[in-house]
């Protein structure tokens, strides 16, 4: 149950005539319940995807040391804006896990949960008596995801780490940026936010086999394993081949042309020939049909050796030319093209538009407020974002009031400072 009074925006793939029918749909995660104890930010993140399609979200923080996310980037009037759209969806309270009556509490909830994300060092929960004997005890339905930089076991499962260290360890920053420049490391939480979507389908897959087991299990997400999947087959070409692949900067080993190139005006967009046809469009929209009838241009590997070619053939078509004008040359030729767009351009984008990609939420502190929607849309149970972050410990006495707990009860809690 939710006592927060805020307004939904629900996501449908529908057309205008069905939105209205599906809006009212109980979601597909609805009755699903998930306790968040988790910080910066794949444990978060999975919670957070959980809570977008209907789950409730209680988010369990330190009485004094809340999730870091909230001090995190850029704030309006002291509030993080960060924690605005990864505390969507969640229910605050604090409680020291630590402390006996933090401990007692937590066991409580566990036995009223489906799903625990914890993202503390191995061995931490098990400091406290919360390990899974414990956790499983008080509910053997529970599924308990473990989500860790290097996994529950190995020599650097009790390493501290954060996703920086995974997209280096995996291979990504070796394989990112120009060839005589370091590895690359992305501006952003990308191997935690990869951990996240791998977290939250772990997650469901252990709830599925629950159906035909009726027993809950442990997920062990190791933030540097599902990066190093994406990645695509470079172990296999290693070891088959011993091939590693280098640094090629926005170039592909695998088609060309495939690069970003300057407009006229000042812009870039950015161009792929994935397919033959694509790079033979485009080719031939650039003045160069010539260049179809080498030898080399027949595959995507031989293309991409002459790459030179190739660039000098379509960057100087669009140097002279505008953003404007080379998108529409390019959609008329039936060639894939986007514009390379910074934050502004993608909120005034059409097709983001036309998604509700970015939609706007109504918020009781800094009124309406646009983030990304949920990650896709259902057309029978939609999901959507019923309110943004709330307050450290906002929901505290709600949820404990709901588990039974007495106010005398829970101010016991807060005198032992588990609260």
């Not at 209680?58 to 759209?85: F, N, Q, T, Y």
């Amino acid at each position: 149950m939710n006592t927060t009074s805020t307004t939904s925006t629900t996501r449908t793939t529908t057309t205008t005539a069905t939105t209205a029918t599906t809006a009212r749909t109980t979601p597909a995660l609805d009755g699903l319940r998930v306790l968040d104890l988790a910080t910066l930010f794949a444990g978060p993140m999975a919670a957070t995807l959980l809570g977008d399609f209907g789950a409730e979200v209680i988010k369990v923080e330190h009485p004094r040391r809340p999730d870091p996310s909230r001090g995190h980037g850029p704030a309006k009037d002291g509030v993080g804006l960060w924690w605005k759209v990864l505390g969507r969806n969640k229910r605050a309270i604090t409680l020291d896990l630590s402390a006996p009556g933090g401990r007692a509490t937590l066991l409580r909830l566990a036995a009223t949960a489906d799903v625990v994300i914890e993202n503390f060092r191995p061995g931490t929960l098990e400091k406290w008596d919360l390990g899974w004997p414990e956790l499983s005890a008080a509910n053997p339905r529970l599924v308990l995801a473990r989500v860790t930089a290097f996994g529950q076991f190995g020599p650097c499962a009790h390493r501290p780490g954060f996703g920086t260290l995974a997209e280096a360890m995996s291979g990504f920053a070796a394989v990112t940026g120009e060839p005589d420049a370091p590895p690359t490391l992305p501006p952003f939480g990308l191997a935690d936010s990869i951990a996240g979507l791998a977290t939250a389908y772990a997650v469901l897959t252990a709830l599925a086999a629950r159906e035909r087991t009726g027993a809950g299990q442990t997920v062990d997400m190791a933030i540097i394993e599902p990066i190093l999947s994406v990645l695509g087959p470079h172990a296999t070409w290693y070891d088959q081949l011993g091939y590693v692949q280098e640094r090629t900067g926005n170039r592909s080993a695998n088609n060309a042309p495939r690069n970003t190139y300057r407009t006229a005006d000042g812009t870039w967009v950015a161009v792929s020939t994935s397919a033959q046809s694509v790079a033979e469009r485009v080719l031939r929209l650039v003045g160069r049909p010539e260049l179809i009838e080498e030898p080399w241009f027949a595959t995507g590997a031989d293309r991409a050796a002459h790459a030179d070619v190739l660039d000098e053939a379509v960057g100087s078509w669009i140097a002279g030319r505008t953003r404007a004008e080379v998108l529409a040359a390019f959609e008329e030729a039936e060639a894939a093209v986007a514009p390379v767009q910074d934050v502004r351009d993608v909120l005034a984008d059409p097709q983001y538009q036309a998604l509700d990609t970015v939609t706007t939420v109504d918020d009781p502190e800094l009124g309406p407020l646009r983030m990304q929607n949920v990650l896709f849309r259902l057309s029978a149970t939609p999901g959507g974002i019923r309110w943004a972050g709330r307050p450290h410990g906002a929901d505290t006495d709600a949820v404990l009031s709901e588990l039974g707990l007495t106010p005398a009860d829970i101010a016991a809690l807060r005198a032992e400072g588990a609260l």
